[in-house]
């Protein structure tokens, strides 16, 4: 409610006529514009943890029912959601002119993994042309034999993850050449396909162009490089771990008999379609690990390797440089006569970044209303109530990625949340940012291809063939990484910083 006094002062100053005749005030048509753009003077209050909890909670609903009762586009309920949420910090006091600062300010903190984001998408479709991908393949798929399949196919998978930056284009390429050769060696369909998913995965939390890894480090407000040493500590030992069971799981399978004509066809199609020297076609890939290991910035690394690979595309493949180059906004599918083959080749460009980076730049904005209006500081109050511990709070973590999962279907939206969620307590607690994007991703990226209803988890099991509940028991490296990254949190192993006792209690 405005002050009458406060009110008549600000007509004054505006320029309208304020005679004490209330009537002659109300008949002036300025005086609608005054109330509608009389800036709001007064502070705006910190929601309840009930209206918390309703607020977020609603939020939670929408994506819910509207991703799987009536299968509405992402995008479309998060501006439902960013709805809601301004409804509800109008409700506390905050003028619509806080409100969009509050989302603008979310965004900018995150303008230089959006940098990234676009160069994700051109280096990856230069690679494809370039012939990089195509020669990992190639060689790649020479290694295998029957007792090392389960194996070198996991390592094969996580290096092509690694390369592309995407999980889900290698379950649908070399996840399905695995599955075929696979069952003609007689090993279990959900044991081949636990494989093909453990190796995507790790490729694809590991890879310095995956998605789902420069949004985490994006979210957590840290360096993607640090972002990236920081999982180290946990995923090489998870990785590790399940290499080792799938060599183990692999002996009993030696004497299989190994159906290499899927092999012959696609390492043909290869062949024929781009010239595969390695020392040259692997140029940019080799350029891009050696300058991300020397810590230069990434959009420097991933400007230089996309350079190099379009040099190599047009001077030694002999494509046209006007094909190139317009790749690089939109590839298309390629011409090798094998369908899962081209659609992996016609990966990447800018536009192929385009619905995760909207999504993104909606649920930060989102993500800034809930947690500069105080939602997100409330319900993280009731939660951080109850945990005492470094260890807890990372266990806790990872425990809300994995069930945002199971409420959302969607790790994308469950990496953001998660992250301004838990932020600013890591942040209290003098905790490397690093440690927070970890935990997220061990939450949201590795679980989210073990549940049935996640985009993840549908597009597996379709592409596969195999239920998800059939590979879940052998998708070692998805859940290990969990356990792996509590326990070492407990030992305070891992936490990147001396000064931190993982048996430490909290302080509030």
């Known amino acids: 409610m405005l002050k009458p006094l406060l009110f008549y002062n600000y007509l004054e100053n505006s320029g309208v006529n304020t005679t004490p005749e209330l009537s002659k005030i109300l008949l002036q048509p300025q005086l609608f514009i005054c109330w509608a753009t009389m800036p709001d003077t007064t502070s705006p209050s910190t929601p309840s943890p009930a209206q918390a909890i309703l607020c977020f909670g609603v939020v939670i609903a929408i994506i819910v029912i509207g991703l799987f009762l009536f299968a509405i586009d992402l995008h479309s309920l998060m501006f439902l959601c960013l709805i809601w949420a301004t409804v509800n910090a109008r409700l506390l006091g905050h003028s619509s002119a806080g409100i969009r600062q509050l989302m603008s300010s979310a965004i900018s903190r995150a303008l230089p993994a959006i940098y990234i984001f676009i160069l994700i998408g051109m280096v990856i479709a230069s690679f494809m042309h ?74 694809d939390k590991m890879s310095p162009i995956s998605d789902t890894t420069n949004l985490a480090a994006m979210s957590a407000e840290t360096d993607l490089y640090r972002h990236i040493y920081s999982m180290l500590f946990t995923t090489a030992p ?29 390492r043909q199609a290869l062949s024929d379609t781009y010239l595969l020297y390695p020392l040259i ?81 909606m649920a930060l904005a989102l993500g800034g209303i809930l947690h500069g209006a105080g939602f997100l500081s409330v319900l993280l109050a009731g939660i951080i109530s109850r945990v005492q511990r470094v260890a807890t709070l990372i266990a806790t973590t990872i425990c809300s990625g994995f069930v945002g999962n199971l409420a959302m279907g969607e790790a994308y939206i469950s990496i953001i949340l998660t992250c301004q969620l838990f932020r600013c307590k890591y942040e209290d607690q003098g905790m490397d940012k690093a440690l927070l994007s970890r935990s997220v991703e061990e939450g949201s990226t590795l679980t989210t291809g073990l549940i049935p209803w996640t985009t993840t988890g549908a597009f597996y099991a379709a592409t596969l063939g195999v239920p998800v509940l059939d590979y879940v028991p052998f998708a070692f490296f998805n859940y290990l990484n969990a356990f792996v990254s509590i326990t070492m949190a407990a030992l305070g192993i891992g936490l990147l910083s001396r000064k931190i006792d993982s048996s430490r209690q909290l302080t509030d």
């Not at 998870?238 to 696609?266: N, Q, R, V, W």
Request: overall charge negative; proline content about 4%; some cysteine.
């Open 238 to 266: 998870s990785f590790l771990l399940a290499l080792i069971i799938f060599t183990l799981i692999g002996l009993g399978y030696a004497d299989g008999d190994f159906g290499g004509e899927e092999i012959g066809t696609i």
């Open 130 to 203: 370039s012939g990089t991908i195509a020669t990992l393949m190639y060689f790649g798929l020479d290694w295998l034999s029957p007792g090392s399949f389960l194996a070198v196919g996991m390592l094969l998978c996580a290096l092509m993850s690694m390369a592309t930056g995407t999980a889900w284009g290698t379950a649908g390429t070399l996840g399905v050449v695995f599955i075929g050769i696979g069952g003609t060696m007689g090993i279990p369909l959900p044991i081949v396909a636990g494989m093909v998913v453990c190796g995507a995965t790790f490729g």
């Open 281 to 361: 076609s692997l140029i940019p890939i080799f350029l891009l690990a050696i300058l991300s290991i020397r810590r230069v910035p990434a959009e420097i690394t991933m400007s230089l390797s996309v350079l190099a690979a379009v040099i190599i595309a047009v001077a030694y493949q002999g494509q046209s440089p006007v094909a190139v180059l317009n790749a690089l906004w939109e590839n298309t599918p390629g011409s090798t006569g094998i369908d899962s083959l081209n659609d992996l080749l016609g990966r990447g460009g800018i536009s192929s970044m385009s619905w995760t980076l909207m999504l993104a730049l």
